[in-house]
């Protein structure tokens, strides 16, 4: 079968660089992972400082994320998250990130999105969509402007 032959990766969280969220935040950094065209996926690792708020956004997809440091929440919801917690966000949910102040100065989280991240404003007008596309794109301008090699990200290849 074709499936026994697709090799196990495995990628070097240093290969990757720290992308700022621009252009809405140069503070709020990104790893891209993985971007899939085919499944309209996004793996990638965030780091905010405490205290950021992100702005509002309504998902087309799941999202699953993984707590690695800090604590954060959703304006909208009573819970907080910590290390070791998965946030499960269903298909049509919206709702804004505030990066809680605490112990930790600094909050990352592990995030696989699917489908479009729509940006909001207070009016819930839309002011931006992300989605895979518009990481690599981030990506590449932001390896290009640092003289980086891009590494090919539609592929789990190190």
């Known amino acids: 079968m074709f499936y026994e032959n697709v090799a196990t990766e495995c990628i ?9 969220f621009a252009p809405y ?9 993985k971007l899939d ?14 205290g950021t708020q992100m702005p ?9 994320v993984y707590t ?5 929440k959703y304006a909208e919801h ?3 998250a910590g290390p070791g917690s998965v946030v499960f966000e269903t298909a049509g ?8 102040p605490g112990d930790d100065d600094e909050v990352i989280t592990f995030n696989i999105v699917q489908g479009d991240l729509i940006y909001l404003n207070e009016n819930d007008q839309v002011i931006a969509m992300e ?15 640092n003289s980086l090699v891009p590494k090919d990200l539609t592929t789990f290849a190190g």
């Not at 690695?68 to 954060?72: A, H, S, T, V």
């Not at 949910?93 to 809680?100: A, E, F, K, L, R």
Request: proline share 7%; net charge positive.
């Open 93 to 100: 949910s919206s709702h804004t990130p505030v990066m809680v």
């Open 68 to 72: 690695l440091k800090g604590r954060w």
């Open 12 to 20: 070097d969280d240093a290969s990757i660089p720290w992308v700022p």
């Open 78 to 80: 009573d819970w907080i």
């Open 56 to 64: 509002k956004h309504h998902h087309t997809g799941t999202v699953i």
């Open 131 to 145: 989605n895979w596309k518009t990481s690599m794109e981030r990506y590449l301008a932001y390896c290009e402007a």
């Open 37 to 50: 065209p085919i499944r309209g996926e996004s793996i990638s690792v965030l780091k905010a400082p405490a």
């Open 25 to 33: 935040s140069s503070d709020v950094l990104l790893k891209y992972f």
